[in-house]
């Protein structure tokens, strides 16, 4: 065997060795017999996870072509550690630089020479460093590096097919079925049922509707409830909304139905001789309102508000109201057949109200539900 081949496999021997070494792979030396029978001395990868898998096979194909170039019974010569300025040989002959720290070199057996920090890797291609190099919730690495947002959801859910009957007997149930599809799941969906006098609560208020069929995410869901007897023969209007489990809500109207066979009464308590008695002249006085209310279907509440220079029961500067409720007290005397009844209220001015002009609002309901509030009386407060 020449000079030149056996300085050819021991650096092929040496890239092998100092390429696993890296990586962690414990070795020992001990002897072995190649063909001809000369003695060698081999190192024995001990362990190194699923590293020693890899180095058993770089080791035996190191060990094959340097038993091929032999040919004789030449011991292999112990693998000595490599110096910064030494040559390695590749498969062609070639021989290149090992103080190149930067690119790699390809032995026989394709291995690539990593001469990089151990602490940079690359994904897709891209070298990244340490923590830089992207990770999944495990820690491990990604494929791809590009970081995805989820888009925020900000519309509501889509509220469609909704089936509303268009005429409702007095006295019987009825059902409202709608579709409502959302991207996230439904959290509530229901109905609102208003007429002239406002929220129709004999449908309820705030109640959600019962899943009939589908998923939360797409489904139909229905609402039922019973119509009394003596409900009001008029209009009624549906108003259908849902809210998502992010919070955003959705609404659908303009559908309606009328009640047939029920009352024929539609309208609200008529006040009459409303006065007020007292010093209402000044902040913190005590009022005494009377007033008298009369209805066919008999009256089922009444009570006065007072509004203040803004127009509205709550100053809005102060954020208070402009009477002490807390203290109110309302009293009612009715005929023998309902139909009629005198109210007496005392309701304090709040002391630290403003001067200006104040007006009384009644809101009075009947027994059918029929509501009536508007502007009954006005006066003025000084300072």
Same mark, same amino acid.
Do not use: C, F, H, W
């Given at each position: 065997m020449t000079n030149d081949q056996h300085h050819d496999i021991d650096h092929q021997l040496r890239r092998v060795a100092d390429h696993l070494t890296r990586r962690g792979v414990e070795y020992r030396e001990r002897s072995v017999v190649v063909p001809g029978g000369a003695p060698a001395q081999r190192r024995g990868f001990l362990r190194g996870g699923s590293r020693v898998a890899a180095a058993s096979v770089l080791l035996v194909s190191a060990c094959v072509a340097?038993?091929?170039?032999?040919?004789?019974?030449?011991?292999?010569?112990?693998?000595?550690?490599? %110096? %910064?300025?030494d040559t390695q040989a590749t498969t062609d002959g070639a021989a290149t630089d090992s103080s190149n720290t930067r690119g790699p070199a390809t032995t026989m057996d394709g291995l690539e020479s990593e001469t990089e920090s151990e602490s940079e890797s690359a994904v897709d291609g891209v070298p990244r460093t340490g923590s830089e190099a992207p990770q999944d919730s495990s820690g491990d690495p990604v494929t791809d590096p590009t970081v995805t947002v989820p888009p925020v959801i900000v519309e509501g &859910? *889509?509220?469609?097919?909704?089936?509303? &009957?268009?005429? *409702? +007997? +007095?006295g019987s149930s009825v059902t409202f079925r709608w579709r409502v599809v959302d991207v996230d799941t439904v959290a509530s969906t229901g109905i609102t049922v208003g007429w002239a006098s406002g929220i129709y609560t004999a449908c309820g208020f705030g109640q959600s509707a019962r899943l009939a069929s589908g998923t939360s995410r797409d489904g139909i869901w229905e609402y039922s409830c019973a119509i009394p007897a003596d409900a *009001?023969?008029?209009?009624?209007?549906v108003e259908v909304h849902a809210q998502d489990g992010l919070g955003n809500w959705s609404r659908a109207g303009g559908y309606g139905f009328s009640i047939t066979g029920g009352s024929s009464?539609?309208?609200? &308590?008529? &006040?009459?001789? *409303?006065?007020?008695v007292g010093g209402f002249g000044v902040v913190g006085e005590v009022l005494t309102i009377t007033w008298t209310l009369t209805d066919p279907s008999g009256i089922d509440s009444a009570v006065m508000w007072? +509004?203040?220079?803004t127009g509205g029961f709550t100053d809005l500067e102060t954020g208070r109201r402009y009477a002490m409720y807390e203290t109110m007290v309302v009293t009612s005397q009715c005929s023998p057949s309902g139909d009629t009844c005198s109210f007496t209220q005392t309701v304090q001015l709040d002391p630290a109200a403003p001067a200006g002009v104040y007006s009384l609002w009644?809101? +009075?309901?009947?027994n059918l539900?029929?509501?009536v509030l508007e502007e009954v009386f006005a006066f003025t407060v000084a300072g």
């Open positions: 340097a038993v091929a170039v032999l040919g004789t019974g030449e011991p292999v010569r112990r693998l000595q550690p490599m %110096s %910064s300025g &859910p *889509v509220i469609s097919a909704v089936e509303v &009957p268009r005429l *409702v +007997a +007095a *009001v023969s008029t209009e009624y209007s009464d539609a309208t609200p &308590p008529a &006040p009459s001789d *409303v006065r007020v007072v +509004a203040g220079p009644l809101s +009075a309901t009947d539900g029929n509501k």
